[in-house]
């Protein structure tokens, strides 16, 4: 396995879609994880053992993130140590934040689409903290949690 991505801030950024953020010739079916302004995943041969690294020590801040095909920010199931805080994260295809335990993201060039449960790691994040974001108008949710955290979260 790869080792995590650590220390890593991200600040006063604008990410956003534009068509350069597609594919040529891709259909982004929806489980597809092109599409975000910020993605945070394991790597692919990462993803085969459910405990593959995730991020770690992360701060999202005072950011403008908008206009994304599917959601503002996507999270898999392993993070630690993650602060979203101060960032203006609206008008998203899908959700503003999300963090998917189910771990329901693949690459159609090196991956077979996942079934239930396949990648899911629901015990996977901690110290998570989304704070003081105006987080508006995105399709589905502002903030959502794919699947229930065994560990408190």
Same mark, same amino acid.
Request: charged share 15%; no cysteine; hydrophobic share 30%.
């Given at each position: 396995?790869?080792?995590?991505?650590?220390? %890593?801030? %991200?600040?006063?950024? /604008?990410?956003?879609?534009?068509?350069?953020?597609?594919?040529?010739?891709?259909?982004?079916?929806?489980?597809?994880?092109?599409?975000?302004?910020?993605?945070?995943?394991?790597?692919?041969?990462?993803?085969?053992?459910?405990?593959?690294?995730?991020?770690?020590?992360?701060?999202?801040?005072?950011?403008? /993130?908008?206009?994304?095909?599917?959601?503002?920010?996507?999270?898999?199931?392993?993070?630690?140590? /993650?602060?979203?805080?101060?960032?203006?994260?609206?008008?998203?295809?899908?959700?503003?934040?999300?963090?998917? %335990?189910?771990?329901?993201?693949?690459?159609?060039?090196?991956?077979?689409?996942?079934?239930?449960?396949?990648?899911?790691?629901?015990?996977?994040?901690?110290?998570?903290? $989304?704070?003081?974001?105006?987080?508006?108008?995105?399709?589905?949710?502002? $903030?959502?949690?794919?699947?229930?955290?065994?560990?408190?979260?």
């Amino acid at each position: 396995m790869k080792p995590p991505v650590a220390s %890593l801030i %991200l600040l006063s950024e /604008i990410m956003r879609y534009t068509e350069n953020s597609r594919l040529a010739g891709s259909t982004l079916t929806p489980l597809l994880k092109y599409g975000n302004g910020i993605l945070m995943i394991r790597g692919s041969g990462d993803k085969a053992d459910y405990l593959g690294y995730g991020p770690v020590d992360v701060t999202i801040e005072n950011n403008n /993130i908008y206009d994304n095909e599917h959601n503002g920010i996507y999270m898999g199931p392993n993070n630690s140590g /993650i602060t979203i805080i101060d960032n203006s994260i609206y008008d998203n295809g899908w959700d503003g934040v999300i963090v998917d %335990l189910a771990g329901q993201y693949w690459n159609p060039d090196f991956e077979d689409p996942p079934t239930s449960g396949d990648y899911a790691n629901y015990a996977g994040s901690e110290n998570v903290a $989304v704070n003081n974001n105006s987080i508006t108008g995105n399709t589905d949710y502002g $903030v959502r949690v794919v699947g229930v955290p065994t560990n408190g979260f």
